[in-house]
């Protein structure tokens, strides 16, 4: 019998990486992806004078079949999550999205710690998200 493997475990979406490859050439989804030091390669150079930004279009689905293994799954939705960070990062939405309250009002009232916290959300947030998940699941809640 012939099982198609689809994984249980689909912590990121290919839809919204090719949507974030739109933007590409600023590194979104590498980001999105956990691809924090190309993503800001990309940032710089403009996803490598666009070379490496249309590279990625075919790159897109090994992308997200290693972000699908290396982060845990769990009932904070990484691509919307990712969709917060990108578009409103700065008002901490994507932080009161994840329970973080104290951080998000801190966001809220500093514009994102006058961007440096985004910056860091960009670097940070799969990690903070698969780690909420990992405590979440020793725990038990």
């Not at 993503?39 to 990625?56: E, H, P, R």
């Not at 293994?69 to 009161?96: D, E, K, M, V």
């Not at 994102?112 to 799969?126: A, C, E, I, Q």
Request: hydrophobic fraction near 45%.
């Amino acid at each position: 019998m012939n099982h198609t493997h689809i994984s249980s475990k689909d912590t990121h979406s290919k839809l919204i990486g090719y949507l974030l490859w739109l933007f590409g050439f600023l590194g979104a989804h590498r980001f999105y992806y956990g691809k924090p030091v190309t993503g800001t390669i990309w940032f710089f150079t403009f996803g490598l004078l666009g070379i490496g930004w249309l590279i990625d279009l075919f790159l897109i689905p090994a992308m997200d079949r290693q972000a699908d293994l290396r982060f845990q799954a769990g009932p904070i939705n990484y691509s919307l999550a990712w969709l917060l960070l990108t578009f409103l990062g700065a008002l901490g939405i994507h932080r009161f999205y994840q329970g973080k309250w104290l951080t998000g009002i801190l966001y809220l009232c500093t514009l994102g710690l006058l961007g440096l916290g985004v910056l860091y959300d960009f670097w940070t947030l799969n990690d903070q998200i698969s780690m909420r998940h990992t405590e979440r699941g020793i725990f038990g809640g």
